[in-house]
């Protein structure tokens, strides 16, 4: 287990080097000159020329590449191009807010998606297994940032429930609460769909198998059969799910953010590409691929504990 | 030749089903509008008529801003919104179907590649896992900011996001037909590695890569609606579904329709082409299903 884990890790860091290469490089070709966008749009060329000196601009490719890998494991990602700030410090002011919004989508969707997965199953072509079925299939057809405006549209335009956007406290606040209804619900839809039809077809499966034949068979009720029998292995798919699933909902964050006006990384990376700051660009894109990356090895791990099968090899 | 029975045989069960029907009849109507969309409406989607803007449409018929011939209302700069529809819907499935062409054929050339030689299957997949390493959205992002906002651009974006998941799925079903015995005996006959990818393995994937091209339709177009309503898709003032969205939301306390429409033009189309994929998977390639 531990050779395992240690093996994973090693590849988290190739992974998060070829990621970083990939970000530096295209940023490297990417039209429009970042000294002369630090520089301003009234300097002179010897004023740009000087700034591209001070950025380390005029180095070799992978001098520049090199430094940048290297300040990044140091933990500093650059300033801003515009603000001048350590971008460091500007995702951090961000982050939580972020992960504040997509830990609460995660939740609802586990919440949501996951029994109700369980209950199609169960319920195998009834009326409701169907009626949930379409549901989810709609749900994942939906765009996040159309049904977050409807959302808006209905609980804050008409109904004045809910407050029409910004979150500012963390959801399990009573005003965080408040805040992160419409905007988990908005960002969480298309997983919990997810997991639903991912759930009901794994506990289809785990319900025909031997072992549950056997457990029915020795008269046991049908609720023991199911909770304490059936759900370990039905869920065992929907932790595979869980860490790609925690992904799409950082990238779905970022346009979830923009709906809501929540200022988290994604509409720091938002505003940043529509200024051509591409040291922030650079920061936010890199911060977030890592994220994923660091979730699928936590959920990796937790998967092995789950299923004692799985072969570490 | 038994081939294309095979293609025809599926695409006959996918029409005994009713809801595919719907679906495959629902989406050819839109194509027919979208591409004939100056039959269907005399309005040019880009003309403005600020006096009469954000006019209320069929539902509203009673209310003064009402303008005969405005169907559905007009738009905050007085534009037709049935027509910004249209029109619009011509950029969003094209961007949808051009980026997963382009998608497949550069996906599906090294899946092949990768799934057929286990030399390049190491240098291909981890090239693959890294660009895995960019969820949702933020792949295409990278690459609209490398290439600056633009239709091209977001097309150029999509279509690289959808090469990862195209690849490894080819590369699995590739990986399977390899260790078939029929594949074997081609090989033993002592035919080349270039006839047997392109007349067997290619022939025999095809059913996959249909399935997977349908539901990428769908995510393409979702994609390209996400770009313009981020402002980083389809620059102003060309219609476009997410586009007009976007503009739509400041309208959202006078003009809701504004919003809701184009929303629902996505949302059918995604959802037509998400189950016209579910069930062609169930009949071509059932072992997709996880």
Not at chain 2, 256 to 263: E, K, V
């Amino acid at each position: 287990m531990a050779k395992y884990i240690l093996k994973r890790l090693a590849l988290m860091v190739l992974l998060v080097i070829g990621m970083s290469f990939l970000v530096f490089a295209s940023l490297y070709f990417a039209q429009g000159d970042p000294a002369e966008i630090a520089a301003g749009p009234s300097a002179s060329v010897e004023e740009v020329e000087a700034m591209r000196h001070f950025l380390g601009l005029d180095q070799p490719f992978f001098v520049q590449y090199g430094n940048y890998l290297w300040n990044m494991l140091h933990g500093d990602l650059g300033t801003s191009l515009l603000s001048r700030q350590p971008i460091v410090n500007e995702l951090a002011v961000r982050i939580p807010n972020t992960i504040n919004l997509a830990v609460a989508a995660m939740l609802l969707a586990c919440i949501v998606g996951i029994p109700l997965g369980m209950i199609a199953a169960l319920k195998k072509d009834s009326i409701l297994d169907n009626a949930l079925t379409t549901i989810s299939l709609a749900g994942i057809s939906v765009p996040n940032f159309w049904f977050g405006t409807m959302l808006i549209l209905l609980f804050c335009v008409r109904l004045h429930i809910f407050p029409t956007g910004g979150m500012t406290s963390f959801f399990w606040t009573a005003k965080g609460f408040r805040e992160a209804v419409l905007p988990a619900t908005a960002l969480g839809l298309q997983v919990a769909a997810g997991f639903m039809r991912i759930g009901r077809s794994s506990m289809l499966d785990v319900l025909q198998s031997d072992y549950i034949r056997t457990a029915r068979s020795k008269g046991l009720k049908e609720r023991v059969v199911v909770v304490v029998h059936a759900l370990r292995n039905g869920l065992i798919p929907i932790v595979t799910q869980m860490g790609t699933s925690f992904g799409g909902l950082l990238g779905g964050a970022i346009v979830t953010e923009q709906v809501f006006a929540i200022n988290g990384i994604g509409t720091y990376l938002i505003n940043a590409i529509n200024q051509r700051n591409y040291t922030a660009v650079q920061g936010s894109v890199l911060l977030i691929a890592t994220m994923f990356i660091v979730v699928n090895l936590i959920v990796d791990i937790l998967y092995c504990v789950i299923d004692p099968r799985i072969s570490y090899d | 030749m038994k081939r294309e029975n095979q293609i025809a045989v599926a695409f006959r069960k996918l029409l005994k089903n009713k809801l595919a029907t719907f679906c495959f009849i629902l989406l050819i109507l839109e194509l027919i509008l979208v591409i004939g969309a100056p039959l269907f409406t005399k309005f040019d989607p880009l003309a403005q008529d600020i006096i009469h803007h954000s006019a209320p449409g069929f539902w509203a018929k009673s209310s003064p801003k009402y303008m005969e011939g405005h169907w559905l209302g007009t738009d905050e700069l007085g534009r037709d919104v049935w027509a910004r529809l249209l029109y619009g819907g011509r950029v969003s499935l094209s961007v949808g179907f051009i980026s997963t062409f382009f998608g497949i054929i550069i996906g599906t050339f090294f899946g092949v590649l990768a799934g057929f030689y286990k030399k390049l299957d190491m240098l291909i997949s981890r090239f693959m896992d890294i660009l895995f390493t960019f969820p949702g959205v933020l792949l295409a992002l990278l690459i609209v900011a490398m290439l600056g906002v633009d239709t091209k651009n977001a097309a150029i974006a999509i279509s690289i996001w959808s090469i990862p998941s195209f690849a490894r799925m080819i590369r699995g079903r590739v990986l399977q037909i390899k260790e078939e015995e029929y594949i074997m005996a081609i090989r033993s006959i002592g035919a080349k590695d270039k006839t047997i990818i392109l007349k067997h393995v290619l022939i025999n994937a095809l059913p996959t890569i249909i399935v997977i091209a349908t539901m990428r339709i769908a995510s393409s177009i979702m994609s390209i609606a996400t770009l313009s309503y981020l402002g980083l898709g389809v620059p102003t003032p060309t219609p476009e579904w997410g586009s007009m969205i976007s503009t739509g939301k400041q309208m959202i306390f006078d003009a809701p329709w504004l919003i809701i429409i184009p929303g629902i033009a996505v949302c059918i189309t995604v959802i037509c082409f998400n189950i016209l994929g579910d069930k062609l998977r169930d009949i071509l390639d059932p072992s997709l299903k996880d």
